[in-house]
């Protein structure tokens, strides 16, 4: 891919729809929160949500807890207007197991989020990956309940004219299949 450049920039998921469709960036890495027209994806992260606890809390140590056991717990959750796809995963969770939650705060990002957990504020429903931020005072376990999977996809406007585009779109791809055969974690269906 001589002679093509690469911008990295940090935006929400709403944020790089708009790009995307308004063709100012050529592809996104994001959650999907609706079905939106004319924009292509490709399913590259699956990941289990787990529970995000401070250092001594309760649900920090010994068995498995359930999701029975947040229960009456002060719940820390993402924003439903910047967090809106993780906001309403676990708003799911919450409603299928029919437990109540007490919402004492709605952030929009993991870290502010692990930030809060860390204060011992309350606790919170975060994606596997929030494990590699490495927050001290903080421990992230398995919760005992159906598996529910928090997704990332690449996007591009079905109707981008980047030449690059496809090849850029193929290596990536290619390269992440590769890394999801050696760890074992598989995901990709395009919609």
Known sequence: MKGTDIVLHEMLTRDQNEALQAHTIDIGILRLTSNTPNIEVVCVAREMMMLAVSHGHRLAKGRM???GDLKEE?????SPVDGPY??????RIF???NVPTQYLQRVGQIHSILALVSAGQGIALVPESARALHFDRVVIRKIKMPPVFAELY?????????????H???VVLA???SSFKESGNAASHKR
């Open 65 to 67: 807890p359930t999701i």
């Open 74 to 78: 002060p719940f820390i959750t993402f």
């Open 86 to 91: 993780f906001y309403e995963l676990v708003e």
């Open 95 to 97: 409603s299928s197991a």
């Open 154 to 166: 690449l996007a591009w406007a079905k109707d981008n004219a980047n030449p690059a585009l496809p």
């Open 168 to 170: 850029f779109c193929k």
């Open 175 to 177: 390269q992440l299949k």
